[in-house]
C-alpha cells in the first residue's frame, strides 16, 4: 500500500533561519509522482513542485528547494532564510500512476510557524 | 491564468439536510478529484472523473454521490448530511498528458458546517 509520512507534526522557527521539513513515502509502483503542497492560513491548497520518479535531480526555486532520495525513499524541503509568509500547513502527496486513477495520498502535514 | 472555480465557499447546513458543491475544472483540463479535509487532517481523496466519466472512488460514504456535466463541471451532491461531514471540500483539475500531467491544482475549497 502507498503512505506519505511526515514525522514533524509542527516546526517553529524565527525569521531568517533556514528549516528542512522531513517527507519519507513509501510504494510498489516504479512509476510514481511526488508533490509539495502549501496551505496558508486562509485554507487553500498551493502546489509548489512536482517530481518524478525518474528525475532524482534536486531542485532549487528561490528559497525553496528540495532533495529526491530514491535510495530512502524521502524527498525533503528546505526553505532557506524564512520569512513570515511561509508559515504555512505543508503536506508532501505521492500519486499514483494514472492508468490506476492518479489520486493523491497526503501525509499528515507539517505546520510550519515563522515567528518575526 | 484561469483557476479551479468551487462554489459555495461557505455552506452552513442542519442534519439530514442535502448539499451540492460545484466545481468548474481549469480550461482544458480532463480530469478532475473530489478530497475531503477535516478539522487537522490531511486531504482524503473522494472520487475522480476523466473526461466525464467516474474514474476511481475512495472512501465516500453512500449518501455522496458526484458527476461531471458535459461542460465538464462537476457537483458533489450529499445527502442526509451528518456532523461528521463537516469539513473543507476541494475540488482539482489536471492533464492526463503532456509536461504538466498529474498536476492536480486546488480550488480554494468548499467549507461545509453542518448543525
Known amino acids: 500500500a502507498q503512505k506519505v509520512t511526515q514525522a514533524q507534526t509542527e516546526i517553529s522557527v524565527v525569521e531568517k533561519e533556514d528549516v528542512t521539513l522531513d517527507c519519507v513515502y513509501e510504494?510498489?509502483?516504479?512509476?510514481?509522482?511526488l508533490f509539495w503542497y502549501k496551505q496558508p492560513p486562509s485554507g487553500e491548497l498551493v502546489f509548489l513542485i512536482r517530481?518524478?520518479?525518474?528525475?532524482?535531480q534536486n531542485e532549487i526555486s528561490g528559497r525553496y528547494s528540495w532533495n529526491f532520495q530514491k535510495s530512502t525513499s524521502s524527498f525533503n524541503f528546505t526553505i532557506t532564510a524564512s520569512q513570515v509568509v511561509d508559515s504555512a500547513v505543508y503536506f508532501c502527496?505521492?500519486?499514483?500512476?494514472?492508468?490506476?486513477?492518479?489520486?493523491?495520498?497526503f501525509g499528515q502535514g507539517t505546520e510550519l510557524s515563522v515567528k518575526p | 491564468a484561469a483557476g479551479v472555480i468551487q462554489s459555495p465557499r461557505h455552506l452552513i447546513k442542519e442534519k439530514r439536510e442535502t448539499a451540492t458543491l460545484k466545481c468548474y475544472p481549469i480550461?482544458?483540463?480532463?480530469?478532475v478529484y473530489w478530497y475531503q479535509q477535516g478539522p487537522g487532517q490531511d486531504p482524503q481523496f473522494l472520487i475522480s472523473?476523466?473526461?466525464?466519466?467516474?474514474?476511481d472512488k475512495g472512501s465516500i460514504p453512500d449518501r455522496f454521490s458526484a458527476q461531471q456535466f458535459s461542460d465538464y463541471h462537476s457537483e458533489l451532491n450529499m445527502s442526509s448530511l451528518e456532523l461528521g461531514d463537516s469539513a473543507l471540500y476541494f475540488c482539482?483539475?489536471?492533464?492526463?498528458?503532456?509536461?504538466?500531467?498529474?498536476?492536480?491544482?486546488f480550488g480554494a475549497g468548499t467549507r461545509l458546517s453542518v448543525l
Open positions: 482539482a483539475s489536471s492533464l492526463a498528458t503532456g509536461t504538466a500531467k498529474n498536476i492536480q491544482y
Open positions: 510504494t510498489r509502483d516504479t512509476t510514481y509522482y
Open positions: 517530481r518524478n520518479s525518474f528525475d532524482e
Open positions: 502527496a505521492l500519486s499514483e500512476p494514472y492508468n490506476q486513477g492518479g489520486k493523491l495520498i
Open positions: 480550461p482544458r483540463h480532463d480530469t
Open positions: 472523473f476523466y473526461e466525464k466519466m467516474q474514474s
